[in-house]
């Protein structure tokens, strides 16, 4: 994970923990788990990218 | 798209998992709640009401405590009375036809005791079957039921996360796919009350809305790049 984007989420949980509405704690500690979500989707589509790249079956071509 | 939950307790005043449940259902949002057990305290349900009512929505959810692998009686009966032949089944019956219906379970075991070899020994889609036999036979489409196993349990977070798929349950579209739930997000994150953060708090959640923006923008362009190497 890119600093930056940890920094985010970590920004995220703490203003979460500081707000003594319920909804808007809630709401945006499950922004930052949808985060941590999306950028492990695309870790796994780029390694699946590179695999595919690097895959012996496509050498011959 | 209109939400009726119906939900069966004898009593709910004293649940603390109902109570949260409750406490979680967006005020300005077409969800209709309605208690079996206030409704009728007698046990004489008003069937051309109720059919009247579950017309007037879209997605049917029952929510209860799952009481020896089913509902408080309230609920069995409200079945009995209310979806009769001609109304809900029958050459003439599909006025359900269409609609989505979904469980909201609260349950007082594990969640891994439900399975071959657990003290339960079924899982709950085995234990469910009536309702989904049920789903069928008026035509509607069976929703993926919000299971909550032992609420008292549950940590700070578990509970934040059960309220947020609690509401996704009563307002989002049925596709629960990551790009689905990203837009739902944001169209929460759109209507939080900003006057209540701080400016540098303001600029957290809109820089989360900007990056969730963008991780959308790189999915996509990452599927399309595999679709065309695959």
């Not at chain 1, 500690?29 to 589509?45: H, N, P, V, W, Y």
């Not at chain 2, 709950?124 to 079957?129: D, G, P, Q, R, V």
């Not at chain 2, 509401?167 to 739902?184: F, N």
């Amino acid at each position: 994970m890119e600093e930056e984007l940890h920094e985010l989420i970590r920004a995220l949980e703490e203003m979460s923990e500081r707000q003594s509405d319920y909804h808007a704690q809630a709401l945006l500690f499950a922004t930052s788990k949808l985060l941590q979500e999306q950028d492990k989707r695309i870790a796994l589509m780029e390694g699946e990218l590179d695999g595919t790249l690097w895959s012996p079956r496509n050498w011959g071509e | 798209m209109k939400t009726l939950v119906i939900i069966s307790h004898p009593e709910i005043g004293d649940s603390s998992s109902q109570q949260f449940l409750l406490s979680a259902v967006p005020k300005d949002k077409d969800v209709t709640i309605h208690h079996l057990e206030s409704v009728y305290p007698d046990g004489n349900i008003d069937t051309v009401k109720e059919q009247k009512l579950l017309k007037q929505h879209d997605r049917i959810l029952f929510q209860f405590p799952f009481y020896w692998y089913s509902s408080p009686a309230l609920l069995k009966q409200w079945q009995d009375d209310v979806l009769t032949e001609g109304f809900a089944y029958g050459p003439r019956g599909s006025m359900l036809a269409g609609k989505e219906f979904g469980l909201v379970l609260a349950i007082g075991v594990k969640n891994s005791e439900y399975q071959a070899g657990g003290r339960e020994s079924f899982s709950i889609s085995e234990l469910t079957k009536p309702y989904q036999a049920m789903a069928v036979k008026t035509e509607m489409v069976y929703l993926k039921p919000l299971l909550i196993f032992q609420f008292a349990y549950m940590t700070h977070e578990q509970k934040m996360k059960l309220y947020i798929d609690y509401q996704q349950v009563l307002t989002r579209e049925k596709d629960a796919s990551l790009e689905t739930r990203e837009k739902w997000l944001l169209e929460q994150l759109e209507q939080l009350d900003g006057k209540a953060f701080q400016p540098n708090e303001e600029t957290t959640l809109s820089n989360a809305m900007e990056q969730i923006k963008t991780n959308r923008t790189t999915i996509d362009e990452l599927k399309m790049i595999l679709e065309q190497i695959r």
